[in-house]
């Protein structure tokens, strides 16, 4: 699964990645937690910009935004099926922009060791990403997303039996496109990203609260 990740891509990276006309001014995130909102690339049909949205999809026919909660990651292999993503999957992707992701590890009957990973050449990681607006009985619109999981690959397996969907940057454009809405030709983008493009460390308990937020959190043991 993905349930922290960091964020803290500078503008210039952001322009390159994704072309965009204009990046907000965005503050450095080290432990961000669903029900935050973070930074979110979409596609507006003749060019990509960033968004904040919250972490917890609701889908558009939720009585209640609580559902978000449970919402945080949809799997790939059902994806296509499951009533709260599939139309999403079709007409409203989008890219989560990360510099890391944080997994637990089980080390011993009960502590869990959180690990961070990042690309082995510390560039930022594209992960898949879904998007909804839902409506309030007020008229108050809320926009949420959540973030595509697969199977990990070999070297993540040791520590989750779950990753995110990681993009390659040649890929951007096929996820993100206004006038693609068939699932089929996007399963060959949920493949475990390479072992050998990624590095893991150990990092400290302070990530297992989301009140930490500070570069302290990333900090290697």
Known sequence: MCGRFVSDISPQQLVELFGLQEVPQLEPRYNLAPSQLAPVVRNQGDHNRLDMLKWGLVPEWAKEPSIGNQMINARAESVAEKPAFRHALKYRRCVVPVSGFYEWQLDGEHRKQPWLIRQADHAPLCLAGLWETWKAKDGTLLETFTILTTLANQQLAKIHERMPV??????????????????????????PFPATSLAACKVSDLVNSPHNDSPACCEPL
């Open 166 to 191: 990681i993009l390659h940057p040649d890929h951007l454009n096929l996820w993100l496109s206004h006038n693609m809405h068939d699932p089929e030709l996007l399963e060959p983008l949920y493949q």
